[in-house]
């Protein structure tokens, strides 16, 4: 199930079965690797973005590095099937 909803000019929510996620909260990424996910970095969660190139549309996230240091490309996009997978809610 996807759903999305606007709870302000500038904040949106993006609900899974995973958890709720929303524009500029903090995710822990993990990597996939022999089997197993293993914890590598936090990232922020910028905003949704719908991209329409193949006619109908799919949703993205633009995810920042949170503790980035380097002088590097600090923004990248992910497909949205990875929330909830690779980046996840901390847990308590």
Known sequence: ???IIDTSLDTK???TSYGV???GQVL???LWCNGKLYYEDEVILQKFIFHYKTGSPRLY???FLKDSTKRTRNYYT???DQLGLLYKIRKF
Do not use: D, G, Q, W
Request: net charge neutral; charged share 20%; with cysteine.
């Open 28 to 30: 822990y990424r993990y």
């Open 78 to 80: 992910i497909n949205s």
């Open 21 to 23: 996620f929303y524009e």
């Open 13 to 15: 929510m993006f609900i």
């Open 1 to 3: 199930m996807l759903e």
């Open 61 to 63: 996230c633009k995810i």
